[in-house]
């Protein structure tokens, strides 16, 4: 049996909880005794990330109803010692449909009608839209510097947005309250730990596709939904034998959005408040992630190098992904121009390195 645990009084409750976290206070995270990752156990004939329901925490067919294809993007080699994961290939041109397809999938499983979230405007995008093929209700809060077209693409799946004059953190504050208030399903990345159950499909496809995993991993880092995603299909490999260390990991932040690193270079246990400025990098531009402690607890476990974008090199990172025909946006553009900085630096690692091209340029455009 699948259920969540209290990760702070490790309290249990079964996945029809309706409630966003804890009595407590603390969020929850995901039990499930499946079997162990193993290529043989992979459905070879289903075109989604869905091939891997094996290692998923729900055991029915309502994915069938839901799927939109996404996941199994290509792995594209840029250079000698770099490669591109190209998930904005994705239904909704992000990452976030892994996330999402799964969390909609458990909604549909315990009968939810309405859902309200909080986004930079890709899980937004990611939620409306399976929300819709749900036919479950949706309300999206989004900050007010969110990209014009993320918001258009959200209101077309049928979605209402709420637009909140303020930072990404006073946006989640906004939805919570509201969440608390009229008693909504909180379909939010961050706090539900489903979301990482499809966001780990990254990893397990890169696995997939190349049979190993590469040297180094770079992977975007504001709330961590694909590095808690990509953190959680690596124990997995790494318990089932099927990988005998961790590739080495780049946590990529941008240099006005800097928690963890500040918090890694003072060695301290929880993430500091840190100054923040406006990066074009919206995506990562999250000050308070909530699932905070734990992310800092696998960093200092795993030697996860928290890296930084330069927001005067996230242009010029763009353009030279476009000239190399992927037009990225500009939260994807950060983690190439942090990579570029590395490889120039004197600490580039060895070997190959992939880096996710998370979210298409069309929907950062203004
Ligand atoms: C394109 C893109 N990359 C990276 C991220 C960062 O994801 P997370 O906040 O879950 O770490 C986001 C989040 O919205 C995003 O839209
Ligand atoms: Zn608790």
Known sequence: MSGYRCSSCGKSYSLDALLPHCSCGGLFDIEHAGPAFNLELVDKDEWSMFRYRRFMPL????????????????????????????DYMMPTLSFKDRGAAALIWLCKTIGVRKVAQDSSGN???????????????????????????????????????????????QTADACREKVAREGLYYASH???????????????????????????????LGNGTLFLGVMKALAELKSAGAIARYPRIYAVQSERCAPFKAAVEGGLSSVPAVDITQTMAEGIAIGRPMRGEAILKLIYEHGVRVITAKE????????????MGIYAEHTSAANFAAYQELMAGTEAPEGDTIIPVCGAGLKSDK
């Open 59 to 86: 055991d029915n067919e309502l994915w069938r109803d839901l799927s939109l294809g996404e996941g199994l993007s290509p792995t594209v080699r840029l250079d000698e010692r770099t490669l591109v994961k190209m």
């Open 123 to 169: 899980a937004g995008n990611a939620v409306a839209a399976y929300c819709a093929r749900a036919g479950i209700a949706c309300e999206i809060f989004v900050p007010e510097a969110t990209s014009p077209k993320k918001i258009a693409m959200i209101r077309a799946h049928g979605a209402s947005v709420t637009i909140v004059r303020g930072t990404r953190d």
């Open 190 to 220: 961050v706090y539900n730990p489903f979301f990482y159950e499809g966001t780990k499909t990254y990893l397990y496809e890169i696995f997939e596709q190349r049979k190993a995993l590469p040297a180094n991993l770079v992977i975007p």
């Open 312 to 323: 005067d090199s996230i242009a010029a990172a763009r353009e030279y992904l476009a000239r």
